[in-house]
Nanobody, 126 residues
């Protein structure tokens, strides 16, 4: 599986941005998808995850209510819609994928993901 993240850019505080992650390969609906981010000088952290079926989602506490993860299995794409962005959201955002025979599983640890995209930079100005 190859992942290509896109949609990053510069946005003012309070603004919105939607990231996309396109996946190559087959059986996309059997891959748990996750979003992580890494701010300069900090460790990579979990943002959100969605099950293969798309109906099970989980968010990091600081993103709840501001971020929404979704997927379109027909397009082999997962999205991260971000609202009310803050300067602390500035980071490189990575999408990740991991195969699962269950379509209702989600993973929050980066160690559980085998495949990673190259990252897309989000900069939020104050």
């Amino acid at each position: 599986v190859q992942l290509q993240a896109s949609g990053g850019g510069l946005v003012q505080a309070g603004g919105s941005l939607r990231l996309s992650c396109a996946a190559s390969g087959r059986s996309f609906g059997h891959y748990v998808m996750g979003w992580f981010r890494q701010a300069p000088g900090k460790e990579r952290e979990f943002v959100a995850t969605v099950s293969g079926s798309g109906d099970v989602r989980y968010y990091a506490d600081s993103m709840k209510g501001r971020f929404t993860v979704s997927r379109d299995n027909a397009k082999n794409t997962v999205y991260l819609q971000m609202y009310r962005l803050e300067p602390k959201d500035t980071a490189t955002y990575y999408c990740a994928a991991q195969f699962s025979s269950s379509r209702r599983v989600t993973y929050t640890s980066e160690r559980e993901y085998r495949y990673w995209g190259q990252g897309t930079l989000v900069t939020v100005s104050s």
